[in-house]
């Protein structure tokens, strides 16, 4: 274990951003653990505490939180014919639906509110988990995909053999993630970044596993540059751990203290000069996520 979190800090931090009370999230949980396994790569948090729907229901107010636009849906494209049958897990209001040159699409959603805004737009959407689904329409699709689900999921061995026994024999299986290899390793109380939200950190070792335990071969792993919204929140991030590294003090995943509040105020400060100049792309770093094109083996 990395890290030992109280559920009650988890909890403030959160009230405070949604300015809503989602103790009821973590049930009788007080403690949460951090961990990391070494075989693997993959950090995860236990237990793991995932979010109900009136959860995600507040998350969606965010304006930013079901972007329409994103680096990981141009990049998925390249991927996909307009002959393709396409399945989306978890996919919000189907914004990747209209992305594509291809209309054969079914996406899941646990969420009725984003089913509702879909269906509004003719976009087909059911309610149903990944794992019911491949059981009734077992190979099936040409390709599957999953935006920024991954970390979110607490059943993560059933939910990718799901998605591959979802897939026809050679289809493609994609999944976009929060990188581990990337500055978000380093953010302090980075909540959206914890349960009851995610409870998982992947790592290009971790996604090299996957191919490796369920017998899929790797097309490719894509790393997004840095988006220009990140820049700051990059940018002092960066400054926070050269401070932190400096004075001696330890980099927790959650940290309440007055000396945090302190370094991190400062970081933020010079992190938006140093943002400013950020704008010649090859000094841009990895970005937040990382995309990752699976293809499931003929004989399979």
């Known amino acids: 274990m990395i890290e030992q979190i109280n559920a009650s800090d988890l909890i403030k931090m959160y009230n405070k951003f949604l300015q809503s009370d989602i103790s009821k999230e973590f049930g009788d949980v007080k403690k949460i653990g951090y961990y990391h396994c070494i075989d693997s790569d993959l950090r995860f948090f236990y237990p793991m505490v995932t979010g109900s729907e009136k959860f995600y229901e507040h998350l969606q107010n965010l304006e930013w939180y079901y972007m329409d636009e994103k680096a990981e849906y141009d990049y998925a494209n390249n991927f996909i014919k307009e002959s393709d049958l396409v399945l989306e897990i978890g996919c919000g209001k189907g ?3 209209q992305k594509i040159s291809t209309k054969k699409y079914v996406g899941l959603e646990f969420s009725r509110k984003a089913k509702e805004i879909a ?51 050679g289809g493609l299986l994609i999944y976009s993630i929060p990188s581990a290899d ?9 909540i959206f970044n914890m349960p009851p939200h995610h409870v998982s950190f992947w790592s290009d070792k971790c996604l090299k596993h996957i191919a490796e335990i369920f017998g899929m071969k790797i097309v490719n792993i894509e790393h997004e540059k840095l988006a220009d919204i990140h820049k700051v929140w990059w940018a002092s991030s960066i400054i926070l751990e050269s401070l932190r590294n400096w004075l001696g003090v330890q980099s927790d995943v959650v940290d309440m203290s007055l000396k945090y509040k302190v370094l991190k105020k400062i970081s933020l400060l010079t992190g938006e000069v140093l943002a400013k100049g950020l704008i010649n792309p090859k000094v841009l770093p990895q970005g937040h996520s990382v995309t990752v094109v699976y293809q499931k083996p003929e004989h399979i």
């Open 182 to 190: 990337s500055f978000l390793s380093i953010i302090t109380n980075h």
């Open 95 to 97: 914004a990747f639906a």
């Open 119 to 169: 269906l509004s737009k003719g976009i087909i959407i059911e309610n149903e988990s990944i794992q019911s689904h491949s059981v009734a329409h077992p190979a099936k699709y040409d390709v599957v995909c999953a935006f920024q689900v991954l970390e979110h999921v607490s059943e993560i061995r059933s939910f990718i053999e799901s998605s591959i026994k979802a897939l026809k024999p």
